[in-house]
C-alpha cells in the first residue's frame, strides 16, 4: 500500500527544477532532506491542483491512477513511492527517469531505423502485456508519455487514463492521433485500443510523423475511421504487415486481440531475434550502431540503442527548466500545515479525494 513519505518535518522533500507541466498539474524534481546511505532520495514529484481536477472532471482518473500505479512493479513501468496532500495539491513521488521524452529523441532523430524501433517497441508490449494480465488498459500510448531511463530503457508514465476493465468501457479518451476506431465510434473498448495505439507508435517512430493527422481533432477522427494510410517507398514489407495488424479495423482481428494474446506480437516475424526474457531483464543486446551528431546520446554495443547522457542522479538536462513554485503553491510540501479553519474542515473538494 502506498504510505505517507512526510509523518516528519525535516523528511519533506526539497523543491528541485520543474521538469514538465500539464493541464492541472506538474512535475518537479525533488530530494529528500534527510536520507540514509545508499537509499534512494531523488524523486519526481508529480503535484495536481485539487480544485483542477474537480473542476475537469478528472476525479476519477486521479484515484485510478493512484490506485493502479500503488499495485503495478514492472521494470518498464514508472514507479509510485507515495501519495499525500495538503489544502490545495494532490501530491505523487514517484521515481525519476532522467533521460527525457522519447517524443524528444524522436524529433532529434527525425526518424528511428526499423533496428531502433524495434528495441523501443518491444519494451511497450511487456509494459501493456504485465498491465493487461491485472485487466489495466492504459489508453494513453505517445512518445511524450514514454520516458528514457539512465540505461536507454523506456518507461511508461501518466496513467492518468488507465483503468482496469473486465471487458469493455465507453469513456472517450486519449491523443486523437492514437485513438482507436472504436473510441471514436462510443463502441466500447479495452485491450484492443493499447494495441491500435502499438500501430500508430510503430508508424510514427519509423516515418517520423503519425499516420492519421489533420489540423482538427474532428478531421483525424475522420482519417481513422476512413483507414487510408500513405506508405513510404521506403518502408519494408515486414514493417508495414506488423503495422496493418495492429491497426486492423476489426478489433477481433487485431494482433495482440486474437486467441493467442500478445504472444501473437512477440512470435510475429518482426520481432525475430528479440530475446523477450533478456529484454525484460533489461539485458538486451543490440547489433546495429547508430552514432547521432547530437553529443546528448550515444550508442553503447550490447546496450540500448540510445543511451542519455547524464552526469548525475539528479540530472535535469533532457527535460525544460521552468520557474520555480511559490511557498504559496505547495504548502504542504514545504512546511507543516495547520489545522484548517473551523469553516473550512466540511470542505467538499477535500472529501474526494481521502485515499491520498
Not at 476525479?59 to 499525500?84: C, G, M, N, Q, W
Not at 501493456?128 to 489508453?139: A, D, E, P
Not at 463502441?187 to 485500443?193: C, F, Q, R, V
Not at 520557474?323 to 474542515?345: C, K, S
Request: aromatic letters at 12%; proline letters at 6%; hydrophobic letters at 40%.
Amino acid at each position: 500500500m502506498v504510505c505517507d513519505p512526510v509523518s516528519s518535518p525535516d523528511q519533506r522533500p526539497l523543491i528541485g527544477y520543474l521538469t514538465g507541466t500539464g493541464t492541472f498539474g506538474r512535475v518537479f524534481l525533488v530530494r529528500l532532506k534527510t536520507a540514509t546511505a545508499g537509499s534512494q532520495n531523488i524523486f519526481a514529484m508529480k503535484v495536481l491542483r485539487k480544485t483542477e481536477i474537480v473542476r475537469l472532471r478528472q476525479v476519477e482518473h486521479v484515484k485510478a491512477e493512484r490506485y493502479i500505479l500503488s499495485r503495478v512493479r514492472h521494470p518498464f513501468v514508472v514507479d509510485l513511492f507515495a501519495t499525500f496532500q495538503d489544502s490545495l495539491n494532490i501530491y505523487m513521488l514517484m521515481s525519476y527517469v532522467p533521460g527525457g521524452e522519447l517524443f524528444t529523441h524522436l524529433r532529434r532523430a527525425g526518424r528511428f531505423t526499423p533496428d531502433v524501433t524495434r528495441f523501443y517497441l518491444a519494451n511497450i508490449i511487456l509494459a501493456l502485456k504485465y498491465l493487461h494480465s491485472f485487466k489495466i488498459i492504459y489508453r494513453d500510448l505517445k512518445p511524450e508519455n514514454l520516458l528514457l531511463d539512465s540505461r536507454g530503457y523506456l518507461r511508461l508514465t501518466d496513467f492518468g487514463f488507465a483503468k482496469i476493465v473486465d471487458d469493455r468501457t465507453w469513456t472517450l479518451c486519449g491523443t486523437p492521433e492514437y485513438l482507436a476506431p472504436e473510441i471514436i465510434q462510443s463502441d466500447g473498448h479495452g485491450k484492443a485500443a493499447d494495441w491500435w495505439a502499438c500501430g500508430i507508435l510503430c508508424y510514427e517512430m519509423l516515418v517520423g510523423y503519425p499516420p492519421f493527422f489533420d489540423e482538427t481533432a474532428y478531421g483525424i477522427y475522420e482519417k481513422i475511421l476512413r483507414g487510408k494510410i500513405q506508405w513510404p517507398r521506403t518502408m519494408d514489407r515486414l514493417s508495414k504487415e506488423l503495422i496493418k495488424a495492429f491497426l486492423h479495423p476489426d478489433r477481433t482481428k487485431r494482433l495482440g486481440n486474437m486467441i493467442g494474446g500478445p504472444q501473437d506480437i512477440l512470435l510475429h516475424d518482426w520481432f525475430r531475434g528479440v530475446d523477450w526474457e533478456a529484454l525484460e531483464r533489461c539485458e538486451i543486446k543490440v547489433r546495429n550502431i547508430i552514432r547521432y551528431l547530437n553529443s546528448l546520446f550515444y550508442l553503447h554495443r550490447s546496450k540500448a540503442p540510445i543511451i542519455p547522457h547524464t552526469t548525475s542522479l539528479d540530472d535535469t538536462r533532457h527535460f525544460l527548466h521552468l520557474p520555480h513554485p511559490t511557498l504559496e503553491d505547495m504548502p504542504g510540501l514545504i512546511m507543516e500545515e495547520g489545522p484548517p479553519p473551523l469553516h473550512h474542515r466540511f470542505d467538499p473538494i477535500a472529501y474526494q479525494f481521502t485515499e491520498f
